[in-house]
């Protein structure tokens, strides 16, 4: 490709709202474009990008058996009333009318539409196991889409889905998917962990979420030397509770006037913060209930939705909670509420003497204690895990590593297939549903990824195995001999098979070479003065350089010689 014929609009300034290194570079070195919050055109050197990450995991699926199909991204409202999760999303999932008024949804995901296109199709156990997939557009309408391509509103996804006839076979292809999603890592060169996952809303059981190591990533990384990893949004609190020994103090009501944070009550009253129980109001298909942690903690969303078995889950308005329980927020406690349900983190079982809002504007209770002053429903554990806990596995202080999840496979079971009444016939002639599992992997998130740890202060750092082309060749002027050379030398490489952008643009060196560090391209070939001497020079993105004889074999050896690096 001649650099004077691509479409890669570089800018020198980064965006105003660019948050993070991938976000700013690729928007700045030409690969994408905003149209929309979340919603992005992915040009010529992002498309070759694209191409190359979808090319290594086409290649991995093919390797473990899988076949590739291509479903639409617009899916009837029938699937997923018959499923039941039409409305387990509210708002993230993007719905929509056709012509005749006929509800559809632009798929987040393809679960009910893949098991109901195979009922009729496999329909014997010798068809098992079948695993299919497709790389396609992603549609969840995120409220706070951010950092481009890593939380996109439309986004790339391979996702595929195996059926089995029973759960070794599953045990099997879920395995295998393992292995080739580390071999997609190790192929990407990207530094990873497997980490044990929460199922989430896709119901079902055991799930691993593969995730690159990221400053700036979204996903809080567990991890022990023992080789425990999960993401915090499962971590089990494995924690003894603490038993406080001091003597029940009677309660009082104690006017703390619009004092309402965790903070400035723990300071009005002169308590550490972990003696303030945070009392949350969520809003779930069957009405609210309340959730009680330590002050010093988090409430972690995965586990509640998990335990009350219910993905729709919402906090509670200011507004709903004013109107539904006369009080403002910071003023919530469990003393004295009657009809609703309360569920107390278990290491408020231990606690003494705590406070606890008061259920009227500008008080709370002080030396509250479970037991006298109320008692929860169910006791579970209800904390975000965090760095210092003890490990799940071995006890020792878990460490924490920020990171962005790529891939995230899956065990169904039989969720889907019995929901959409897709069944085989077994060996002993009985109809059964699918036991199920499902494997999904973020193409165009991945190339964020990639960017969020292979960039520096002039770019982009392609590893050679996405980069949009692998050498660029740059003659420092359009001096007549140095072009002829250039000129010939691209001819050469791009028979060889190289894939080379050739900068035959009119602009100065300097331009030149700037451009080639943002955009990334791994081999530089520089023509310059040196030619005269016979020489040209061939630089790496990650700084190596070497002079090599300015003849075309040697020059490609070079090139090849160093991929091997
Ligand atoms: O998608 C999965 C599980 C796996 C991930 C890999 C590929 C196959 N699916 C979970 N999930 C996440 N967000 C969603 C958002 C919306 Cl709006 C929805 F309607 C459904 C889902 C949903 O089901
Ligand atoms: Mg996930």
């Given at each position: 490709m001649k650099y004077s014929q691509l479409y890669a609009p570089t800018l020198k300034e980064a965006p105003a709202d660019s948050e993070v290194p991938s976000q700013e570079l690729l928007i700045r070195g030409g690969f994408i474009r905003k149209i929309a919050a979340g919603v992005y055109t992915y040009l010529p050197l992002g498309r070759r990008v694209l191409l190359k990450i979808e090319r290594i995991v086409r290649e991995e699926m093919d390797r473990i058996g899988a076949n590739e199909i291509l479903m639409p991204i617009i899916q009837p409202a029938e699937l997923w009333k018959q499923s039941g999760r039409w409305d387990d999303y509210g708002p993230e999932m993007m719905k929509l009318r056709d012509r005749h008024d006929r509800e559809f949804t632009l798929?987040?995901?393809?679960e009910e539409l893949v098991t109901f296109l195979i009922q009729n199709e496999l329909n014997s156990y010798k068809q098992l196991p079948m695993t299919l997939y497709q790389i396609a557009n992603k549609y969840r309408d995120e409220i706070r889409p951010r950092f481009g391509v890593l939380r996109a509103r439309e986004f790339i996804m391979k996702d595929g889905y195996s059926f089995h006839d029973s759960w070794e076979s599953l045990h099997e292809t879920y395995k295998a998917h393992r292995q080739a999603y580390s071999n997609i890592m190790e192929r990407l060169g990207l530094k990873y962990a497997i980490v044990e996952a929460s199922s989430g809303a896709i119901g079902g059981s055991e799930s691993h979420e593969f995730v690159a190591f990221a400053d700036t990533g979204e996903s809080n990384i567990l991890y022990c030397d023992c080789g425990y990893s999960g993401n915090d949004e499962r971590v089990p609190y494995v924690g003894e509770v603490v038993y406080e020994s001091e003597e029940e103090k009677p309660i009082e009501k104690t006017y703390t006037p619009n004092v309402k944070t965790v903070e400035d009550v723990a300071n009005f009253l002169n308590?550490?913060?972990?003696?303030i129980v945070k009392t949350l109001i969520y809003k779930g298909r069957n009405g609210y209930f309340m959730a009680l942690v330590p002050g010093d903690r988090e409430l972690n969303e995965e586990k509640l939705k998990a335990f009350v078995n219910d993905q729709s889950l919402v906090f509670a308005t200011p507004e709903e909670i004013l109107k539904d329980f006369g009080v403002p927020i910071g003023f919530l406690g469990p003393v004295g509420v009657k009809g609703i349900r309360i569920i107390a983190d278990t290491q408020v079982k231990g606690m003494k003497n705590f406070v606890v809002g008061?259920?009227?504007?500008d008080y709370h209770y002080v030396n509250v204690n479970v037991g006298r002053d109320f008692v929860p429903d169910e006791w579970t554990d209800l904390v975000v895990a965090r760095e210092g806990?003890?490990?799940?596995?071995?006890?020792k202080p878990l460490k924490m590593k920020k990171g962005i999840e790529l891939g995230h496979i899956f065990k169904l079971g039989t969720k889907y297939s019995e929901a959409m009444g897709s069944k085989y016939m077994d060996r002993d002639g009985q109809l059964k549903p699918f036991i199920m599992g499902c494997y999904g992997w973020g193409i165009s998130r991945t190339m964020g990824a990639i960017v969020e740890q292979l960039h520096d202060e002039k770019g982009i750092i392609w590893p050679l195995s996405v980069a949009p082309f692998t050498t660029i060749i740059t003659p420092?002027?359009?001096?007549e001999n140095l072009m002829k050379f250039a000129t010939e030398l691209y001819e050469f490489l791009l028979l060889k098979g190289e894939e080379v952008l050739f900068?035959?643009?009119?602009?100065s060196p300097g331009v030149k070479f700037s451009d080639a560090d943002l955009i990334g391209i791994p081999f530089r070939i520089t023509i310059g003065k040196t030619l005269n001497e016979g020489f040209v020079e061939i630089k790496w993105r990650t700084g190596y350089q070497l002079r090599v004889e300015a003849d075309f074999e040697k020059i490609y050896e070079a090139l090849n010689v160093s991929k091997e690096k």
């Amino acid at each position: 490709m001649k650099y004077s014929q691509l479409y890669a609009p570089t800018l020198k300034e980064a965006p105003a709202d660019s948050e993070v290194p991938s976000q700013e570079l690729l928007i700045r070195g030409g690969f994408i474009r905003k149209i929309a919050a979340g919603v992005y055109t992915y040009l010529p050197l992002g498309r070759r990008v694209l191409l190359k990450i979808e090319r290594i995991v086409r290649e991995e699926m093919d390797r473990i058996g899988a076949n590739e199909i291509l479903m639409p991204i617009i899916q009837p409202a029938e699937l997923w009333k018959q499923s039941g999760r039409w409305d387990d999303y509210g708002p993230e999932m993007m719905k929509l009318r056709d012509r005749h008024d006929r509800e559809f949804t632009l798929g987040p995901t393809h679960e009910e539409l893949v098991t109901f296109l195979i009922q009729n199709e496999l329909n014997s156990y010798k068809q098992l196991p079948m695993t299919l997939y497709q790389i396609a557009n992603k549609y969840r309408d995120e409220i706070r889409p951010r950092f481009g391509v890593l939380r996109a509103r439309e986004f790339i996804m391979k996702d595929g889905y195996s059926f089995h006839d029973s759960w070794e076979s599953l045990h099997e292809t879920y395995k295998a998917h393992r292995q080739a999603y580390s071999n997609i890592m190790e192929r990407l060169g990207l530094k990873y962990a497997i980490v044990e996952a929460s199922s989430g809303a896709i119901g079902g059981s055991e799930s691993h979420e593969f995730v690159a190591f990221a400053d700036t990533g979204e996903s809080n990384i567990l991890y022990c030397d023992c080789g425990y990893s999960g993401n915090d949004e499962r971590v089990p609190y494995v924690g003894e509770v603490v038993y406080e020994s001091e003597e029940e103090k009677p309660i009082e009501k104690t006017y703390t006037p619009n004092v309402k944070t965790v903070e400035d009550v723990a300071n009005f009253l002169n308590v550490p913060v972990r003696k303030i129980v945070k009392t949350l109001i969520y809003k779930g298909r069957n009405g609210y209930f309340m959730a009680l942690v330590p002050g010093d903690r988090e409430l972690n969303e995965e586990k509640l939705k998990a335990f009350v078995n219910d993905q729709s889950l919402v906090f509670a308005t200011p507004e709903e909670i004013l109107k539904d329980f006369g009080v403002p927020i910071g003023f919530l406690g469990p003393v004295g509420v009657k009809g609703i349900r309360i569920i107390a983190d278990t290491q408020v079982k231990g606690m003494k003497n705590f406070v606890v809002g008061g259920m009227e504007k500008d008080y709370h209770y002080v030396n509250v204690n479970v037991g006298r002053d109320f008692v929860p429903d169910e006791w579970t554990d209800l904390v975000v895990a965090r760095e210092g806990d003890p490990c799940p596995v071995c006890s020792k202080p878990l460490k924490m590593k920020k990171g962005i999840e790529l891939g995230h496979i899956f065990k169904l079971g039989t969720k889907y297939s019995e929901a959409m009444g897709s069944k085989y016939m077994d060996r002993d002639g009985q109809l059964k549903p699918f036991i199920m599992g499902c494997y999904g992997w973020g193409i165009s998130r991945t190339m964020g990824a990639i960017v969020e740890q292979l960039h520096d202060e002039k770019g982009i750092i392609w590893p050679l195995s996405v980069a949009p082309f692998t050498t660029i060749i740059t003659p420092v002027s359009n001096n007549e001999n140095l072009m002829k050379f250039a000129t010939e030398l691209y001819e050469f490489l791009l028979l060889k098979g190289e894939e080379v952008l050739f900068d035959d643009r009119n602009v100065s060196p300097g331009v030149k070479f700037s451009d080639a560090d943002l955009i990334g391209i791994p081999f530089r070939i520089t023509i310059g003065k040196t030619l005269n001497e016979g020489f040209v020079e061939i630089k790496w993105r990650t700084g190596y350089q070497l002079r090599v004889e300015a003849d075309f074999e040697k020059i490609y050896e070079a090139l090849n010689v160093s991929k091997e690096k």
